[in-house]
């Protein structure tokens, strides 16, 4: 009886997760088993059932493993960065040293809440070869233009300073939240004690912030690796589809070509990959802190 | 990090604000109006409107209701409305497109309305622009304005390399570039080719006499001589350092840079004769020029680009629709769309209009509309084209020789062809 109350109050929720996740999703699948096109869309006599035959022909593309290296690459240089960068922020916020805390907190926080097609924008600016500002200061170091937009080796590092610029503001205020649970005592115990500020860093506040930062990298890798708007308002994928991540490629053959079938095994394979990667990392939380 | 692009939210945005305005219209419509569905893309679905209360006069007791696409989001939001079968009754069409519609089966044949038109008289229109409408030997729509590639250039930088006219052929075009070039120095360079576009080397391409899909456009045909020819010509350009490696993007503002001298020659469309006009610095104006395509050996082709009118195979008032495409295609109202919008009309007579027959940057024009071929027509084209310029992109890089790029080409453009031969096969498409 109590269970089955119990099912009524989850009743809802569940319904609402059938019908927008798993429905989707095995439509998708089922999709992704054959070739619908524009052919199709127009008679569906013209679908055939390709079995495996998209993920077959997806697997000998060089440009899915292009797009899967890109999207790699951008994962494994920027979500360390990245929450490198929210980390050091959300100390110097929690710094007792620090003054005007609301202020900062907030102008930091700003270009996670900026429209990305308007900061791109400035960001296009900043990137220019000729008059961009990063390479004006580049330039008294003695340091030739470097055409970050155009040179297939310097985009994809561009673009992952420009996401990193966008997105670490959201990770520093859940970390600097994470902060400030960390009792004062401790740093005092410490502080009696002769430990250094990196011996504090070292054996207070990462060991106390560990589960705040477990939660913060999964989160942002499984965000990382959906990697679309960047390249999509930047570089459009290029140059030499060096910025080509599996989600641009899905957003080109589902919604520029119309090839569904070939878009929704590209979208299930990122799918699996992230739910992996994701599954992997709980685990390895759960390992590190059993609680 | 979301994976909708935001760019697509503010126009969805406004066009349910254009659909709830036209709801609510339709509503207040008396029970006896016919209404008439119009979809235009951009600036001229803000224009059009202004040309319609002429055709409600004529037409009492029937409405048309106008609804604007953005051009970014046209194309999904018609496949959309095929889709939902919610296509309106007519509506415009970039004419690379019409053939993915047609296989759609979405498009009413013109043929028989157009045969007793006396109005729409398609011997006044330009032949390769005219031809981009029809599909096999049938008509699926009339071209409301056209669009073609030719030369932009700086003519006091070409005269200052020693040449007083635009080149004419490809042999001419490259001395010209190299001597432009010598003169301009080692930071600028004689020609803007960005890598992102497809058309400069598409016009190119169809200068040539061997079609770029060959057996019933069934297969790729880019490693043919004459494609080859084309192709080395273009890369050619980038290894003698006469174009810069750039795309768009690296360019921020390329009226600043043609006024600047950073490039000399540009291959464009009628649009930017506006833009150049308005946007180029002062010490400028007057000091360039719009020259027909130079070809192999003579002046050559181009695209024959625009847009069409087309009626939905589904529209309930076919008759009426007709009438408001004759309408709309009389040559003083593609002189208003000129006036309005700077776009070029596609009837000779329309072009006997005083303004535009004086206008001297639009004389290229007129003379290259009667040198514009149609691209292949089939629905795949467009992917065809990005596979071309992503090779083309290659080539310049160093990355492919012209061979490998050409024999690259053609497998991809096989490969996206296989369903096409497939229902070939199958009897079910031409």
Redesign the interface.
């Given at each position: 009886m109590r269970r089955l109350q119990a099912w009524w109050f989850v009743a809802p929720a569940l319904a609402v997760i059938c019908v927008f996740f798993f429905l989707p999703v095995a439509a998708a699948l089922v999709l992704s088993l054959t070739?619908f096109?524009?052919?199709a869309?127009?008679?569906l006599?013209?679908l055939?059932f390709v079995g495996l035959r998209n993920y077959l022909d997806l697997v000998a593309t060089p440009l899915f493993w292009k797009a899967v290296l890109n999207t790699l690459y951008f994962v494994i240089v920027g979500v360390p960065l990245s929450l490198c960068v929210s980390l050091a922020c959300a100390l110097l916020l929690n710094a007792r040293a620090a003054r005007f805390r609301g202020f900062f907190r907030t102008a930091l926080f700003a270009p996670v809440v900026t429209?990305?097609?308007a900061v791109a924008v400035i960001w296009?600016?900043l990137y220019?070869?000729r008059?961009g500002l990063l390479n004006y200061a580049l330039g008294f170091a003695g340091i030739d233009p470097i055409?970050w937009?155009?040179d297939?080796r310097f985009a994809m590092p561009a673009i992952i300073l420009f996401?990193v610029w966008k997105?670490f503001g959201y990770n520093m205020v859940i970390l600097f939240a994470g902060l400030q649970t960390i009792r004062e005592e401790l740093y005092e115990a410490a502080r009696i004690d002769g430990a250094t500020y990196v011996k504090q860093l070292r054996y207070i506040t990462l060991p106390m912030l560990a589960p705040v930062l477990a939660l913060v990298s999964i989160l942002t890798v499984a965000?990382?690796f959906?990697?679309?708007?960047e390249p999509?308002?930047?570089?459009?994928g290029?140059?030499?589809?060096s910025t080509m991540s599996v989600?641009y490629l899905m957003?080109e053959e589902g919604?520029?070509?119309?090839n569904l079938g070939t878009a929704s095994a590209v979208a299930f394979v990122l799918f699996l990959f992230i739910f992996a990667v994701t599954v992997l990392e709980l685990r390895l939380a759960r390992q590190r802190f059993p609680a | 990090m979301m994976p909708a692009p935001a760019a697509a939210h503010l126009p969805r945005r406004r066009f349910l604000g254009l659909l709830l305005a036209s709801l609510a219209a339709g509503c207040t419509a008396r029970a006896s109006d016919s209404v008439l569905r119009l979809w235009a893309m951009g600036r001229e679905g803000e224009v059009v409107a202004g040309l319609l209360p002429g055709f409600e006069r004529t037409h009492p007791g029937v409405r048309v209701v106008v609804q604007q696409l953005p051009w970014t989001a046209a194309h999904e939001k018609l496949l959309t409305a095929f889709a939902g079968e919610s296509l309106p009754d007519v509506f415009q069409l970039g004419n690379t497109w019409i053939p993915e519609f047609v296989a759609l089966n979405a498009l009413e044949p013109l043929d028989a309305y157009a045969g007793t038109s006396r109005d729409v008289d398609l011997a006044d229109y330009f032949g390769g622009i005219l031809e981009t409408n029809r599909i096999g030997s049938t008509l699926y729509g009339v071209p409301w304005y056209v669009d073609t590639r030719l030369l932009f250039y700086r003519r006091d930088l070409v005269a200052q390399a020693g040449f007083s006219d635009a080149p004419r052929s490809w042999p001419e075009w490259m001395d010209v570039l190299t001597a432009v070039k010598k003169t301009v120095g080692a930071n600028r360079y004689a020609i803007l080719l960005p890598l992102n576009e497809f058309e400069p080397l598409l016009a190119l391409a169809l200068q040539q006499s061997a079609p770029l899909l060959r057996d019933g456009n069934r297969f790729g045909n880019f490693e043919s001589a004459d494609f080859r020819r084309t192709l080395s010509f273009y890369v050619e350009i980038f290894r003698r350092g006469l174009a810069p490696p750039l795309t768009n993007a690296d360019i921020s503002n390329v009226w600043n840079e043609f006024g600047r001298g950073y490039f000399s020659f540009y291959i464009s469309g009628p649009w930017n004769i506006g833009e150049f006009e308005r946007r180029l610095p002062p010490e400028v104006r007057g000091a360039w020029m719009t020259a027909p395509l130079p070809g192999p050996d003579g002046p050559g082709a181009s695209i024959a680009g625009g847009s069409s009118f087309v009626m939905s195979s589904a529209s309930r008032h076919k008759a009426l629709a007709w009438q408001l495409i004759e309408y709309l295609s009389q040559p003083e109202m593609q002189r208003a769309l000129y006036a309005a919008t700077g776009d070029l009309p596609p009837r000779r007579s329309a072009w006997r209009d005083s303004k535009l027959a004086g206008d001297p940057y639009a004389r290229a024009f007129r003379d290259q509309l009667e040198r514009v071929k149609p691209t292949p027509k089939v629905p795949e084209w467009e992917r065809i084209a990005t596979e071309m310029r992503l090779a083309a992109e290659r080539a310049v890089h160093g990355d492919w020789s012209i061979d490998r790029a050409a024999a690259e080409l053609d497998a991809r453009a096989d490969r996206i062809l296989d369903k096409r031969r497939y229902l070939i096969a199958r009897g079910a498409t031409r």
């Open positions: 070739d096109d524009i052919y869309l127009a008679d006599g013209n055939r429209t990305l097609v296009r600016y220019n070869t008059y055409d937009l155009g297939p996401a997105n965000g990382y959906q990697l679309f708007a999509y308002v930047m570089t459009q290029g140059p030499l589809q989600l957003y919604f520029k070509w119309w | -």
